[in-house]
């Protein structure tokens, strides 16, 4: 690495530190992001109910609600500048019985006091009209209108690539390991890849962030507890509804929820258990359980039979007490500049509704660095626009003759049920923020997402990466280190197995 | 290559080619077959084990060969083939949206449509099995594609869940190539596919099955590292007590192939729920005028031999309709699934059909009857025809044959049901 | 007297045959519903055959590997040492189907032919 000398370094690479990275590239700043796995987003980013909260639900006088509500407003704009799929769909909160009314009414009451516009209460018959499967049981919702629904990777996608287009270095496969500190400031960090140095490093790990800022012995008594949610898809064929429904919440959480997405399919989850092993996404049994129960609850006809895929998520579930005077809350976003060693501001605790607040966490980290006395100089050539790749799955038969003319890739479908063509998957292995792996083309091109998993396109797809990155088929993983599909050719014998 | 067609095959696998040689036979003078694949042949490309042509060539042959003969025989007649291409739309109006690397994105239009998608493999969430989602899961049918055709092995120790014949013909493959597989599990208590497969794959390679266990969990983060097997009731829950890590890096999944029917669906052609597959008529004509089906994408067959013999059938429709001969029926008799019998196809008889030739009702029993049985296709009040076997099993597709003699009481009935029944139970 | 015990491959039904053998010599097979179970529970007690298809390495054409198959039913014992030579193999394309690759394969005198054109 010829070149280890930035101002700033953000540790981690999912939706809020590609959205911080891309917001500072604004600024006449060398700014560095590292991320440990083989692409962006595969933490919590990659494994939620990708909605963008209209901001209800957070506790009123929260650093959650405040920029829950501030980021919402944003994502329109930037789902425009920077090419991903958002759609302002909006949603309700389903009362099923009466004894569920009060709570809804009190969930609206914390809506106005978070400052959240467009918020409705429908009675039974509204709710019935707009979704004809809910909960016979159903009484009334609360509509909020701002509500959106997004691609939570390609947004983490585009703004990392918004920021390297602007100047920034984003490194994949690249870990922290420890701070440089001395003259009791933080200098740097050190990584598998080497040290780099910086005025600021900024803390933005997800799961792990408590881990790191330990390191610099920030926040001893901070603790990110994981909890889990798993999520079941299910066949858009089969199971149509056209809403993002949620329960009347309970003390555990949002509740289950069910919802549309913006590719089209149908979600339901998360359920919430609290586990120790950070590194533990399995879904359960009980857990799917759990889910169908409750999505039931809202949209009695889903049935399991009809799932397509199934994932789980870990919450940074972190022990921050609200800021705010007169606030109970011990569980808000960890959004501050590490008073005791200098150089560092942490971003950690950001479960839900961290996708929402991502870029208003963003917009306040640019303020921290303001206040803490950075000059931010605007780059007078910042392009905010980063233009999305086509997709031949939205074009019309016109178009896609059209496009196909640019490039004969685009005719070849490798993906059967979600039509993604192998120009599509050559440009995202090419892309500033390239895509190695097969999980990394699956995540940005919705390859392998429908009915048959990646059973007829693996193959192919593993065909295609090893050529465009000029290495063997053997080398070709799913999600990098340790996850080779192939273990050796048929007519080598067993001696020649390599360690997968 | 034309704009317009007199048929126009979807897939050139083994039910295709067959439709494609038997409309061109048949009269019918432009005949397209187009194919997603660079080269045709459809899934025998990769099932080179022996066991196909048993009935068509009296020959053993692997599945490539066998293709080869449909392949050089398709060529001879002057079918033309469009390869690296595929079809994204079709139209009740029988317009197809092309899609081809080589020759672009276009339309075309068709007299008639065979529909020869074949299937695909029932995946790891559709059944549910949780657990960590590392590489290492994959279907049987994939793994077969990177074996056979690639050149690659995706493991080194497998456990193979489900007991159809995919899974026991990798089971065989595999450790012919190096591997170890620890054991084949079957949820149910008998075996999915042939006996002949058990014998040859697993008996032969002492690769053990177990019947009623399943897989509980995967585990393994980035890899498989091992899967929990489980011992299930008859109601496929798990029996406490009974799970048993085992060791591995693959698990190989052969669990159901369902008919791929995404274009058929958009097109408008009315499913079976039981099948998955177009209904179909004994001309294997869909709903739709012009559109016919054949193979596993109606069905799941057993025997690539009566695959060919439906390609037939569905080809010379195709070509009697593209010139007019035939056309859509407008009075059905439509043949019922009776007792112990999944599904029957075709679902429905056109009586105007009804001639000369004898038509084949091809179905599966819900469970293995392992006595003598009667299958008996009758009315409402009155058996048409019965023929007895030694066993029924659903691992193996059944065929009873109404002959033209039986066609005046088909007509009468207005209305037909398959059963099958153990003769001690008559 | 010697008793083996195998389920019968010659039709679909399956039966279960018990074989009786004397000096190596077949006596009597049971368990048969016809003849051609007969045959086979003979020849499976004393010579057990199978046929073999496997892929073989091939260049020049469009797979590294061609589908081969035995042009008949060889000997199971013979099955590993077949596997052995059959590694070894490196076959030019182009071939043809039915192409006999090789002759008298191990001495069994059955042939290794090519499943496909390639």
Redesign the interface.
């Known amino acids: 690495m010829q070149n280890n000398l930035f101002d700033i370094i953000i540790i981690g690479g999912g939706v809020v530190g590609s959205m911080i990275a891309r917001f500072l590239s604004r600024y006449e700043l060398r700014i560095l992001l590292i991320e440990k796995e083989a692409d962006l987003g595969m933490g919590a980013s990659s494994a939620n109910t990708a909605i963008i909260h209209a901001g209800y639900d957070p506790v009123p006088g929260s650093l959650k609600a405040k920029l829950n509500v501030r980021g919402n407003a944003l994502f329109e704009q930037l789902s425009q500048e920077l090419g991903f799929a958002f759609e302002r769909s909006g949603d309700m909160v389903v009362a099923i019985g009466e004894e569920e009314w009060p709570n809804l009414l009190a969930l609206y009451e914390m809506g106005i006091q978070n400052g959240v516009p467009d918020m409705r209460l429908f009675d039974a018959g509204e709710v019935k009209r707009r979704e004809p499967k809910i909960n016979p049981s159903a009484i009334g919702a609360l509509w909020a209108g701002t509500t959106g629904i997004v691609d939570p990777f390609q947004a983490t996608i585009a703004a990392a690539e918004n920021a390297v287009m602007n100047g920034a270095t984003v490194l994949l496969n690249t870990r922290f390991e420890d701070f440089i500190i001395e003259d009791a400031r933080i200098k740097g960090i050190k990584t598998n890849r080497g040290n780099f140095r910086a005025r600021w490093i900024i803390n933005v790990a997800g799961i792990h962030a408590d881990a790191v800022m330990h390191l610099a012995n920030s926040n001893p008594t901070f603790k990110i507890t994981p909890r889990r949610g798993e999520y079941y898809v299910f066949d858009p064929a089969d199971v149509q509804i056209n809403n993002v429904l949620f329960p009347v919440p309970s003390a555990k959480g949002k509740g289950i929820l069910v919802t549309t997405t913006v590719h089209g399919n149908t979600m339901a989850g998360p359920n919430a258990q609290i586990i120790a092993d950070k590194e533990d996404t399995a879904t359960t049994a009980e857990g799917m359980a759990e889910v169908v129960s409750g999505a039931q609850k809202l949209v009695p006809s889903i049935n399991p039979r009809y799932t397509i895929a199934t994932f789980a998520g870990l919450r940074a579930m972190g022990n921050a007490p609200c800021k705010t005077p007169g606030v109970d809350y011990h569980a808000d976003f960890l959004i501050e500049i590490e008073p005791d060693i200098q150089g560092l501001i942490n971003v950690a605790g950001i479960e839900s509704p961290g996708l929402s607040a991502s870029p208003a966490i963003a917009e306040y980290v640019v303020e921290l660095l303001k206040e803490a006395g950075e000059t931010l100089k605007e780059k007078s050539d910042f392009n905010p626009i980063r233009p999305a790749r086509p997709r031949f799955r939205t074009l019309s038969h016109a178009e896609r003759q059209v496009l196909v003319q640019t490039d004969p890739a685009y005719a070849r479908v490798i993906c059967r049920c979600e039509n993604i063509t192998e120009a599509e998957i050559v440009r995202e292995i090419h892309a500033p923020i390239p895509a190695t792996t097969y999980d990394a083309i699956k995540r940005r091109t919705w390859l392998g997402t429908g009915r048959c998993q990646g059973g007829f396109d693996m193959p192919l797809v593993t065909r295609i990466l090893a050529r465009e990155l000029d290495i063997s088929e053997l080398e070709v993983s799913k999600r990098g280190e340790g996850s080779r599909f192939l273990f050796r050719q048929s007519k080598d014998s067993q001696e020649s197995d390599h360690e997968a | 290559m034309k704009h317009n067609y007199d048929v126009v095959v979807i897939g050139a696998g083994p039910a295709g080619l067959a439709s494609a040689i038997e409309a061109k036979k048949s009269g019918a003078d432009k005949v397209l077959v187009i194919e997603r694949d660079r080269e045709p042949g459809g899934i025998l490309l990769q099932c080179i084990h022996n066991g196909f042509g048993l009935h068509t060539f009296k020959e053993d042959l692997p599945g490539p060969a066998y293709a080869q003969r449909f392949i050089d025989e398709a060529h001879a007649l002057g079918i033309d083939f469009l390869l690296d291409t595929m079809v994204m739309e079709i139209t009740p109006e029988r317009q197809l949206w092309l899609s081809s690397a080589r020759k672009g994105y276009f339309s075309l239009d068709a007299k008639a449509i065979v529909l020869a998608m074949g299937c695909r493999e029932r995946t790891r969430p559709q059944i549910r099995i949780p657990g960590m989602r590392p590489a290492g899961v994959f279907t049987a049918g994939t793994a077969q594609r990177w074996v056979n055709v690639q050149g690659f092995m995706p493991g080194k120790r497998f456990v193979i869940l489900g007991s159809g014949d995919i899974g026991m013909i990798m089971a065989r493959r595999l450790t012919l190539e190096g591997a170890k597989v620890e054991s084949v599990l079957e949820v149910q208590n008998y075996l999915s596919g042939l006996m002949r497969n058990y014998v040859q794959c697993l008996e032969d390679w002492d690769v053990p099955l177990r019947l009623r266990h399943t897989v509980k969990r995967v585990i393994g983060k980035n890899r498989v590292e091992a899967v929990e097997a489980v011992a299930v009731d008859e109601k496929w829950q798990f029996i406490p007590g009974t799970e048993q890590m085992i060791p591995c890096d693959t698990l190989l999944l052969s669990v159901g192939l369902i008919p791929e029917n995404e274009l058929s669906k958009k097109a408008g052609v009315s499913l079976s729920p039981v099948t998955g597959g177009p209904i179909v008529d004994q001309n294997f004509q869909t709903n739709l005028p012009g559109i016919f089906a054949a193979g596993n994408v109606v069905h799941v067959y057993d025997l690539v031999d009566y695959v060919s013999e439906a390609g037939n059938q569905a080809g010379h429709g195709a070509a009697l309709f593209a010139n007019g001969t035939l056309s859509k029926p407008q009075k059905s008799i439509k043949v019922n699934a009776g007792r112990n019998v999944r599904y029957v196809v075709p679902q429905f008889l056109d009586p105007r059909a009804l001639k000369d030739e004898a038509v084949v009702l091809q179905c599966r029993v819900t469970q293995p009857i392992e006595e003598d049985v009667w299958f008996e296709v009758r009315s409402e009040s009155q058996s048409i025809v019965r023929r007895s076997d030694r066993y029924a099993r659903p691992g193996e597709m059944v065929s009873v044959k109404l002959t033209p003699s039986m066609f005046d009481d088909v007509l009468k009935a207005g209305e037909l049901f398959l059963d099958i029944y153990a003769k001690s139970e008559a | 007297m010697e008793e083996k015990s ?2 019968c ?1 010659a039709c ?3 039966c279960r045959l018990i074989v009786r053998l004397e000096s190596n010599e077949v006596v009597q097979v049971l368990g048969n ?1 016809c003849k051609r179970g007969e045959n086979y529970g003979t020849q499976e007690a004393t010579v057990p055959k ?2 073999l ?5 091939a260049h020049g054409g ?4 061609l ?1 081969v ?1 035995t042009s008949a039913e060889v000997p ?1 014992a013979k099955m590993q040492e077949i ?1 052995v030579i059959l ?1 070894e193999v490196d076959i030019t394309c182009p071939v043809k ?2 192409d006999v690759l090789l002759k008298d394969i191990a001495g069994t005198g059955v042939d290794i032919l090519a ?3 390639l």
């Open positions: 195998f389920i491959t679909p039904m399956g519903r199978r046929m298809a496997t892929t073989v390495r469009i797979h590294p590997l589908p198959y199971k596997l590694r189907m039915g499943s496909r054109d």
